[in-house]
């Protein structure tokens, strides 16, 4: 017969655990699990930034004591070298208070050479050498001399112990080598282990969206990682205000970094445009991209006709691309895709205890879904 004092207090253990650690939840619902239907395109099978083909996402968390919670977590283009097969891309920059590593040789050749990492503002140095190291590593890079790592950041000061500096390399090429297509961990895991967002526990969040065949039948997918402020609306819902939590009532600042993958062939310019497009889905989640905010949109291209080869015998390249007049339908889904993104990030994540005894609160399900019904969101 079951000890019914031992039995509480093990369940007490097991969920401080989850309070002091901000683990994952599988038991926290997405936004579509909620029956919240964001615009008017379907999400892929998995609803993923891995619905994109090719694709593979890794993390690495790190949590220990009662002051480090922090991470990585690692997009790949694709499995094969990439360095060797680099891969169309472009930057869009909504505020620049960020280390953004990587930046300038995007913008100049429109390409994409390693694999993306995401991280805390004081480990992007560790990051940038841990992917140089995973580059040269790689068979046949042995002559390679260059390596333009790229590294996205938000700052998780507020509930990790930063000036540690508790990322190391091995950490990094742990989440590389994890990576993998499939579903996608999202809340309290990687880079998004110590991130708030819009006054409540932020993390990683991912969505896809899919066009019509007659509209091409491509996909896109959006990953982001969210540590920024404003006031939480939800399909119209002013969810922050309802709460009492947004702008300028308490301290809801910080920032975001958004990847966008695509299978459509899309040029360096058309990435750069869709790139910008990512942000309007930030603002419809009631992001500010404040002063102190590093709001960036890395968006890249899989489609195998574009891809760059790092040494050719050709002169010239052919390729076939996306017109202009297609990319209205690709700006609907990234959109989408990154509104939602966002809406998962915040509804996956899971109450966080971190240094000096610091907590930030995950958002309440069902305080949530009590707003949406009552303005009719969801019934």
């Known amino acids: 017969m079951i000890n019914i004092k031992k039995f509480i207090i093990l369940t007490l253990i097991f969920l401080s655990g989850f309070y002091m650690t901000g683990k994952v939840d599988a038991r926290r619902p997405r936004a579509a699990e909620l029956g919240i239907?964001?615009?008017?395109?379907?999400?892929?099978?998995?609803?993923?930034?891995?619905?994109?083909?090719?694709?593979?996402?890794?993390?690495?968390?790190l949590v220990k004591s009662g002051h480090i919670r922090t991470g990585v977590t690692a997009v790949l283009a694709h499995g094969d070298n990439l360095f060797l097969q680099k891969v169309p891309a472009a930057v869009y920059t909504a505020n620049g208070f960020g280390k953004l590593t990587g930046i300038s040789q995007i913008e100049e050749l429109g390409n994409i050479e390693t694999p993306i990492i995401l991280t805390n503002t004081l480990s992007v140095?560790?990051?940038?050498?841990?992917?140089?190291?995973?580059?040269?590593?790689l068979p046949g890079n042995e002559d390679v001399r260059s390596v333009n790592p790229v590294?996205?950041?938000?700052?998780?000061?507020?509930?990790?112990?930063?000036?540690?500096?508790?990322?190391?390399?091995?950490?990094?090429?742990?989440?590389?080598?994890?990576?993998?297509?499939?579903?996608?961990e999202e809340g309290c895991v990687g880079a998004g282990t110590g991130t708030l967002c819009l006054g409540f526990k932020g993390g990683i969040g991912t969505a896809s969206r899919i066009l019509p065949e007659n509209l091409g039948g491509y996909t896109v997918g959006v990953l982001v990682q969210t540590n920024f402020g404003g006031a939480l609306d939800i399909t119209g819902c002013p969810v922050g205000r309802e709460l009492g939590r947004y702008f300028l009532k308490g301290r809801l600042d910080g920032s975001c970094m958004i990847v966008v993958a695509t299978d459509a062939p899309l040029c360096t310019r058309n990435l750069k445009r869709l790139a910008r497009r990512a942000i309007l889905g930030l603002a419809r989640t009631g992001g500010i991209c404040s002063n102190g905010s590093g709001d960036y949109v890395i968006a890249f291209s899989t489609a195998k006709n574009l891809r760059i080869p790092f040494q050719t015998e050709a002169g010239l390249v052919k390729s076939e691309v996306l017109r202009n007049e297609r990319m209205s339908p690709l700006f609907l889904a990234v959109i989408e895709a990154g509104e939602e993104a966002i809406l998962n990030s915040i509804f996956k994540a899971t109450t966080t205890k971190g240094r000096e005894e610091r907590s930030i609160e995950a958002i309440s399900i069902d305080k949530v879904t009590e707003i949406l019904r009552k303005y009719n969101r969801i019934h």
């Not at 112990?161 to 990322?167: A, K, L, P, S, V």
């Not at 990094?172 to 996608?184: D, E, T, Y």
């Open 37 to 61: 239907k964001i615009g008017i395109l379907n999400p892929g099978k998995l609803n993923a930034i891995t619905d994109v083909a090719g694709v593979k996402v890794g993390h690495f968390t």
């Open 125 to 137: 140095p560790t990051a940038a050498d841990a992917l140089i190291d995973y580059i040269l590593a």
């Open 151 to 184: 590294v996205g950041e938000t700052n998780d000061g507020w509930l990790n112990d930063i000036r540690g500096r508790h990322i190391k390399k091995k950490h990094v090429l742990k989440a590389i080598n994890s990576a993998s297509p499939g579903q996608v």
